[in-house]
């Protein structure tokens, strides 16, 4: 499996991003996951569903499956910081590439996405595992770089990309055991 993650602010492009390399992925044959980090307190089902009615029960796990899809919700007894090595190890194992987007502070080879009309700093000068940026602004980057600086606005070229580097996004799950 190859990991490869997408990290910058808030605002930048990284769910645009992720979305449509998505299809240029499985268009190449390939089965693609998605990590998403999310800041808030969110939920995936309702009010009056039968998961959310079990969940508020006290159900420490839902899962609800159809002839197409498989949900499992899980409620924390604590509050805990996953990783996204937890999340990974929850996939399915015969998917060929995942896209992790968020947590932009993990130990996971990276992509920045940064765009200079947000007026925030770049991450790549100080964070070692960032192997390229994503940028529509390359004139503009606030450093210069060595790493490759791939276009924003073309994600055909950014799977071309990943695909030509696929053996730096190589995931072994020991080592971050």
């Known amino acids: 499996m190859k990991v490869v993650g997408f990290a910058g602010f808030s605002g930048s492009g990284k769910t645009t991003l992720v979305e449509r390399l998505i299809p240029a992925l499985k268009a190449r ?5 998605v990590v998403k980090h999310a800041h808030h307190k969110f939920d995936i089902d ?29 409620e924390f007894e604590q509050p805990g910081a996953l990783t996204a090595h937890h999340l990974i190890a929850e996939l399915y194992e015969g998917v060929d590439w995942v896209l992790v987007e968020g947590f932009k502070e993990s130990d996971l080879v990276k992509i920045e996405v940064w765009r200079a009309a947000l007026d ?11 192997v390229a940026i994503a940028t529509d602004t390359p004139a503009q980057l606030p450093e210069p770089t060595q790493r490759p600086v791939l276009d924003l606005t073309d994600p055909a070229a950014v799977v071309q990309w990943l695909i030509d580097n696929q053996d730096r996004f190589d995931y072994r799950p020991e080592i971050y055991s």
């Open 120 to 130: 925030k700093p770049a991450l790549y000068p100080d964070d070692d595992f960032i």
């Open 29 to 33: 044959g390939l089965r693609v996951s």
């Open 46 to 74: 309702h009010p009056g569903k039968d998961t959310h009615r079990h969940r508020e029960a006290g159900a420490f796990e839902v899962v609800v499956a159809s002839n197409k899809r498989l949900a499992l919700i899980r």
